[in-house]
Structures are given as C-alpha cells and as structure tokens.
C-alpha cells in the first residue's frame, strides 16, 4: 500500500510538470494545479501516440521521459516559487485517494485482462502495428488513457504503474470539482 502512495505521488509529479510545461510554457495559461495533471496525463497520451509511431513505449524511453518531467517539476518550483504547501497538499490527498481506490479494486473486473492491459502489452513492446485489429478484434479498441498508460511502465514502477494514470484522472477530476463545490457552500453560507 505505502508502495502504491508513492507510485503516485511521483507520478502526481511528472504529470504536474508535463501539464505546466503544456499550459504555462506554451500556452501561457496560468491554472490551478489540480488541472495541471489532468491536462498532464493526456499531454503524455497524445506523446506517447507521436512516439509510438517510431518507437515501441519500452522501459527505457519511458523511464527517460518519466524522469525528466521529474525533475523539471522541482526545477520548476525552485525557478518559478509556486506554492509548495498547497500543492504537496493537493497531490498527496489526490496520490492517498488513489492509491485507496486502486488497492482496493480488482483490476481483472470487467475487461482489463482482455482489452486494455494486453494493448498496454502491445504498445510497451512493439511501435504501432497498423492492422493490428486485424490480428484480434481487441486490438482495434483504443483509448487516449491507454497510451497514458504504456506511459507510466518504467524501470522505476513496472507493471505497478500502468493502472495509476487512469487512478490519477478520474481522482484529479473529481477532486477539483469537489473543492470548487466546497468552497461556493462555504462562500454562500458566510
């Protein structure tokens, strides 16, 4: 469990940097941090679409990239002075929910070990095969959140690793909203 709490955590940190190097550093947007790694998690799918034409996702251009975006977000926090308490904060309670969320659930239920997680397979160890439905009719059903994924597969995580992305996403989402909803109550009721 205390493995998983920090598989996320770190990964809470690379998709932080990846959504603020998207967002701040190319589009000038300046948002709350919990959008950060939502936007961080599909940036990294759209790459790991690019990369996937010319590369399969191994271990070691994800372990690249995986510690690269790692270290630019400490980079960034020393260059930039971001609020360090309010943002460990959040990525721990978004990374503690996670890791709740995903140690308590069964991975094979409904059709993990029949869609996603042999494509995952597929995508850590071969580029893209075009035609590759042809082969099995599971192969043709893909999703952005997939490549995301393939992503998280490092030296440093494994198989561990290749269910957090989606964790992450739907926990980051919701917990945005949840603390906007807390705070337009408290806003009205003082």
Not at 30 to 41: A, E, M, T, W
Request: proline share 3%.
């Amino acid at each position: 469990m205390l493995e998983l709490l920090i598989f996320c955590v770190l990964s809470s940190f690379s998709y932080f940097a990846a959504g603020q190097i998207f967002l701040n550093k190319t589009l000038h947007f300046h948002i709350d941090p919990i959008i950060s790694i939502v936007f961080g998690i599909l940036i990294l799918g759209f790459m790991g679409i690019f990369l996937n034409f010319f590369f399969p996702l191994n271990l070691f251009i994800n372990t690249f990239v995986f510690f690269g975006l790692f270290f630019y977000f400490f980079w960034d926090l020393y260059k930039n002075k971001i609020n360090i308490k309010k943002l460990l904060l959040n990525i721990l309670a978004i990374s503690a929910i996670t890791s709740i969320i995903l140690f308590l659930s069964n991975i094979n239920r409904p059709d993990a070990g029949l869609y996603h997680l042999p494509f995952t397979k597929l995508l850590n160890e071969s580029k893209i095969i075009l035609g590759s439905s042809n082969i099995h009719f599971r192969f043709g059903h893909t999703s952005l959140i997939q490549y995301s994924n393939a992503f998280n597969f490092n030296i440093l995580f494994k198989e561990k690793g290749i269910l957090i992305p989606q964790g992450l996403l739907i926990v980051s989402i919701i917990y945005y909203f949840g603390t906007k909803i807390f705070k337009y109550n408290k806003k009205k009721i003082d």
